[in-house]
């Protein structure tokens, strides 16, 4: 029977700290990066022209249709065979990443604008209001309610998401947890204590996620 020991890992603790770190830090950087191209992307589809429109749906196809980690595996393998110019794989995960979960962004934020009935802009315009004060006043306080549950789950995933940049070696948790278990021999503890981590940052933000959305339902 296999017999459970931790002792040894505790040796290795700072390793894991470092790798939760620079998860943490690629998840916010790249909710940050997506939600700055998802707005650039949902604008172009609900901008009216037809080219602008293609660009930013074709762009959404490809990164919603295909999986993070091929994506992963072609910025940081094949790109640079195609620009002629090597990219660091700290660059090409951050790049990677947002422009993974910008795609979805886009739809949820396309979503949230396109849910509010067209009536509204339409009484807005009536009264002298331009579009954008339409849009500003009336449209998006509207749909930001209605963003905010599929904001914050996709947000949630797009921690889980970074587990998958420690194939191109960036030292994550998931590339940390690899490396200890590379040093001690212990798989079992060395990933028991990975997604013991990854739980203790997922399970509050979860049940935060879990409230708001209950408290938007009661104000509605």
Sequence with gaps: MYRWDFSVIWQYWDLFMYGLWLTVVYTFGSIVLGVLIGLLVCAARLSGWMIFSLIARTYQEIFRCTPLLVQLLWFYYAFPLLVGISIDNRVAAMLTLSLYVGAFYAEIFRGGILSIDRGQREAAAAIGMSNWQAMRRIVMPQAFKRMLPAFI????????????VSVISVADLAYMAAVVNGQTY???????????????VLFPLTQIADWIERRLRVSD
């Design 153 to 164: 789950n996709q947000s949630v995933i797009q921690f889980k998401n970074t587990s998958l």
């Design 186 to 200: 212990r798989p079992l503890e060395s990933y028991t204590v990975m997604a013991a981590l990854y739980i203790a």
